[in-house]
């Protein structure tokens, strides 16, 4: 095993999906969630900037709740335009958010931050990737709207939920499911580079 991974992380974070990318990678996680909210942003808000900040405060959140440790935050960002498209409110503002996708491309980014409790040293970064979706049949978005795999994902989709009429056009998989894998690789040398 890769001397990163024999580092536990402490993952700010309920999700599922984050949680599988962790372990199936290889790495030793415990989960504790931030419970940060995550409101509606105000209009002008960049993505990369609101994911960035969301991933600091969510991380520094748990940090103050401990004494030691390392704390991974992530947080991910659908948009289309300029417009920040968050995790769906129903199933109305789901079926809203995929007619807006639909035969264009969506912007996904996903800030992490790793903090080290004890002494609050962080680092941090932001990852974007392209996805395209193609228009939908009538029969397909009523389909995805009755399994409500929408629930709590940025964007009313999923892309590990292997939907033919989305893909990830440009940029790293793992960033649309919620983890820049690579990055964070990345992220942990560095930090590992700050405290030796």
Not at 27 to 34: K, R
Not at 70 to 98: F, G, Q
Not at 170 to 185: A, I, Q, T, Y
Request: glycine share 6%.
């Amino acid at each position: 095993m890769s001397p990163l991974k024999s580092t536990r992380l402490i993952l700010a974070s309920a999700s599922p999906r984050r949680r599988s990318l962790l372990e199936e990678a290889g790495y030793e996680i415990e989960v504790e969630p931030s419970g940060v909210d995550e409101p509606a942003p105000p209009p002008g808000t960049q993505p990369h900037a609101l994911a960035a900040a969301l991933a600091l405060q969510k991380a520094m959140a748990v940090a103050a709740r401990r004494s030691t440790g390392l704390i991974l935050a992530a947080d991910t960002v659908c948009a289309v335009e300029d417009e920040i498209l968050n995790k769906p409110l129903d199933r109305a503002d789901a079926e809203r958010m995929i007619r807006l996708q639909e035969g264009r491309e969506t912007l996904v980014v996903t800030g992490i931050c790793l903090v080290q409790a004890q002494s609050r040293e962080f680092a941090g970064a932001v990852e974007e990737s392209i996805v395209w979706m193609r228009s939908l049949t009538n029969p397909e978005r009523q389909a995805h709207l009755d399994s409500r795999r929408w629930e709590g994902k940025a964007g009313a989709y999923g892309v590990q939920d292997d939907d033919p009429w989305v893909r990830v056009a440009r940029g790293s998989f793992s960033n649309v499911v919620g983890l820049p894998m690579e990055r964070l690789e990345q992220l942990l040398r560095d930090l590992a580079g700050m405290t030796s």
